[in-house]
């Protein structure tokens, strides 16, 4: 599956990758309108309306992007419902040979680590019959429990040829306050921040599952942390990083250099609000939200343009 | 709710929690085939297997415990069916007047940790209803993101007088690779290991929310680190602590009692497979699969009589 992201990444010329983070406020009125007035003011109704919201944008997306995002905690606040409107747009964009990345963050210990594995990317026995619940291409993983917690995740990756982004240094304000201590090495004094230590891991169990060029074990290093990012890059040569806080959270294309290699590969650059709900910022405002789709279309193009911009001026 | 909890736990003069993790081998046979002749070899009939072995399980041991804690994971594995099966069991639990504590280990950041938590202990805005997705009455949160990831949880714990849990050492042996890992502190030197600048931030986080004697932000801590378990227990006074590792995974009631305060409050207890796959254990093997309730009946009460013993024989 890297080996396939690469390849959609050189094919699209775009290391990008949307996020699907529906919240009901981008929702634009006349889906919502059109759900609740179907299926009422319900969870049905909120799952309904992200369903049709993501299917638009999808529909207007899929040529441009070798991958999207699923962020599924904004599934999981409707319940089942929720869900499984998660499961629908999971399905849709494998239809539209989209790659995606669930967003789950999850992480656990041993036998319940590998629960997650099994039902977002591989399979699971019930009976004598394997059985898949979600599938995900990849999904984000969080190391706080240590090897326990992800190498059941690489397990199912080997079998299952899919991926993993381990979170190594997150995009929000407060990642420093564990990720960024300074923590004792071999040296004796504490001179690497933790996240550092971290990265390590993440090159170490990626050397177990190599595709061509990179592995399968790929990490999260937030766009607002443009110098750790170069750190980062160095420590994990051969994993691919999955860089969020580009756009809203404050990030530009040219604090994304660095997450690169020479060849302008080994990163894909995530956008979700700057992109889903581009309609309603000034600059795609025209659009108006019947046509919120084609302006996250623009935005798509914006992006693709700003990065490829930052890109070039580096050589 | 942790002012619930604490009477709870009074009331049944047994500070545990059972875990409901079921995987299908722990499953009686008679049950599946019972699920599979109605739904099939399918995620649905292994849904319908775990929701009755649950069920048994509850109106087995309801009476005797505080408080349930089914690993979420353990549903997700099997989809949207799976998670309908976890959703049934809080329900039913709730109707049990059971305290539920979802193990979730949910964590992300601003908007999205809030989805988690409205969608898990809150309720979510659709139109102009209010509806609730999950309804646990805590969740266990995962800090690795820092305040960010942590502080909308706590906004709804307040709103809707519930609670959580957060990690802090966990009871896995790969806890340590980044939990134990010396950090520098104020004194220039790195003398203090990660897991306690956690637990001080819990403690930090728990002051802005109390209930009676406890505060609403709890922490986990493994019964496999029982002398971490009593530096924390001072770090944070006011934090009910969540002691996972007690049984199967190598903890017993000796190595509890640090965890716990002088009055035999502050910790509870949790015990999965040692409980809810009881029949299968040697000592309890005479119930058979049939009787497999019964079995895990007869392993509360041997937990509880193990902690008491433990608990009388400190003072």
Chains 1, 2 share one sequence.
């Not at 999207?68 to 409107?85: C, N, R, S």
């Not at 009976?127 to 397990?155: A, Q, W």
């Not at 309603?280 to 996250?296: I, L």
Request: proline share 4%.
């Amino acid at each position: 599956m890297i080996n396939r992201l690469v390849e959609k990444i050189k094919k699209t010329e775009a290391p990008i990758v949307v996020g699907l983070d529906p919240t009901m406020k981008f929702v634009p009125e006349h889906i919502q309108k059109k759900a609740f007035a179907e299926y009422g003011e319900t969870l049905k109704g909120a799952a309904e309306a992200i369903w049709q919201y993501n299917k638009a944008i999808i529909d207007s997306i899929y040529d441009l992007v070798p991958a999207v995002k699923p962020q599924i905690a904004m599934y999981e606040q409707f319940g089942i419902e929720g869900l499984t409107a998660f499961q629908k747009t999971v399905d849709y964009c494998k239809e539209k040979d989209l790659i995606v990345i669930g967003d789950i963050k999850r992480g656990d210990i041993g036998s319940t680590s590998e629960a997650y594995a099994v039902g977002h990317l591989g399979q699971v026995m019930v009976g004598n019959t394997m059985c898949r619940g979600f599938h995900e291409d990849f999904v984000t993983v969080n190391p706080y429990l240590g090897s326990d917690g992800v190498k059941p995740f690489i397990k199912v990756c080997k079998e299952e040829k899919k991926g993993i982004f381990v979170l190594v240094k997150t995009s929000n304000p407060s990642s420093g306050e564990l990720q960024d201590r300074l923590v004792q090495t071999e040296t004796g004094t504490a001179d690497r921040p933790l996240y550092e230590i971290v990265g390590e891991q993440v090159a170490a169990w990626g050397a177990e599952c190599m595709g061509e060029t990179y592995s399968y074990v790929g990490a999260v290093v937030g766009a607002t942390y443009p110098e750790q990012g170069r750190i980062l890059r160095d420590i994990m040569p051969k994993a691919f990083i999955l860089v969020p806080g580009y756009g809203a959270q404050g990030g530009k294309g040219a604090d994304l250099v660095h997450f690169f290699d020479r060849d302008g590969l080994g990163a894909i650059v995530n956008s979700s609000r700057g992109i889903i709900a581009a309609y309603q910022q000034e600059q795609y405002a025209g659009y108006g939200g019947e046509n919120f789709a084609d302006a996250s279309r623009a935005a798509v193009l914006a992006m693709k343009e700003d990065i490829g911009q930052a890109l070039a001026g580096r050589k």
